[in-house]
């Protein structure tokens, strides 16, 4: 079983609608992350999570997304309203406190038509 | 900022060939992580190495943290190990090179 689960695995929206992606630590973490990589290109920073609240995020986090963990267990990023070049595969990925590991999800491929 | 250079960017071998991908950067780091991407997109960790070499079955990954560069060799290869590979370093955050595209021809 996957230590951490993302759901759905993909996703088609419409330019403009909002999208929530969602991830399942399952383990009990401190550090939740969220990556993104457009096709083709390599794999982005988008935002840090410590504690239940943003600790860092890129400049490509910008006030179209935002990050919530709202039952302790799921840890979500949604985009308000997205556009065509939101089309990527989404990473959500968790390491415990002190420890460089970090296991990844299987990702979530968002197109955006 | 630290600079993360990943060489070949791709590579095509003959199954059984001896696999060496290699990763520099630029400032020192905590540690690094060797990443394995499959086609269809999910990427697994293979290693995190702070120092010296690790072994796990046919893969071996070394650093040397003085010359700031990382190795991953694959020993007899084989078409499942095609894949992308992916270096991506942790100094306060984790940064990831751009990959490798493997493919291991049968």
């Known amino acids: 079983e996957p230590e951490v689960t993302q759901t759905p695995s993909h996703q088609v929206t419409q330019m403009g609608q909002e999208v929530i992606l969602r991830c399942v630590p399952i383990?009990?973490?401190?550090?939740f992350y969220w990556y993104r990589q457009i096709l083709g290109q390599k794999v982005e920073f988008l935002v840090s999570?410590?504690?239940?609240?943003?600790?860092?995020k890129s400049e490509i986090f910008d006030d179209q997304f935002s990050v919530e963990r709202p039952d302790g267990s799921n840890f979500t990023l949604k985009i308000r309203s997205t556009k065509l070049e939101d089309s990527a595969m989404y990473f959500c990925a968790r390491r415990g406190r002190g420890d460089y590991g970090y296991t990844f999800g299987s990702g979530t491929r968002l197109t955006v038509v | 900022k630290n600079e993360v250079e990943q060489s070949p960017q791709n590579l095509t071998a003959q199954e059984g060939e001896f696999i060496t991908i290699n990763c520099s950067y630029s400032?020192?780091?905590?540690?690094l992580h060797w990443l394995q991407q499959h086609p269809g997109g999910g990427i697994v960790s293979l290693f995190m190495?702070?120092?010296g070499k690790k072994k796990h079955g046919r893969l071996i990954a070394t650093i040397n943290i003085q010359e700031k560069h990382s190795s991953l060799h694959i020993t007899a290869s084989h078409p499942r190990d095609s894949a992308v590979y992916i270096c991506a370093v942790i100094d306060d955050k984790i940064i990831f090179g751009k990959g490798t595209r493997l493919h291991i021809l049968p």
């Open positions: 190495l702070s120092s």
């Open positions: 999570f410590y504690n239940n609240e943003i600790s860092e």
């Open positions: 400032v020192g780091i905590s540690a």
């Open positions: 383990s009990n973490h401190l550090y």
